[in-house]
């Protein structure tokens, strides 16, 4: 999890993307591949589930 505190927890980062996680505080990921986000639509915390799109397919 990445948390802004201990307490509250942000979003979850699967095993396979953490080593290469570009957060703010990273100056350079050496040796693996980068994980980066964009924060353009990025939803975290309570809102979260607001990123949901349903498939047009769903219920057929």
């Known amino acids: 999890w990445v948390s802004s505190n201990p307490s509250e927890l942000l979003f979850w980062v699967p095993a396979h ?3 290469g996680l570009v957060l703010p ?13 964009s924060f353009e639509k990025f939803v975290h ?16």
């Open 17 to 19: 993307h953490r080593m």
């Open 25 to 37: 505080n990273t100056k350079l990921v050496i040796g693996r591949p980068q994980t980066a986000f």
């Open 45 to 60: 915390g309570s809102d979260w589930a607001k990123c949901y799109v349903p498939s047009r397919n769903a219920g057929v």
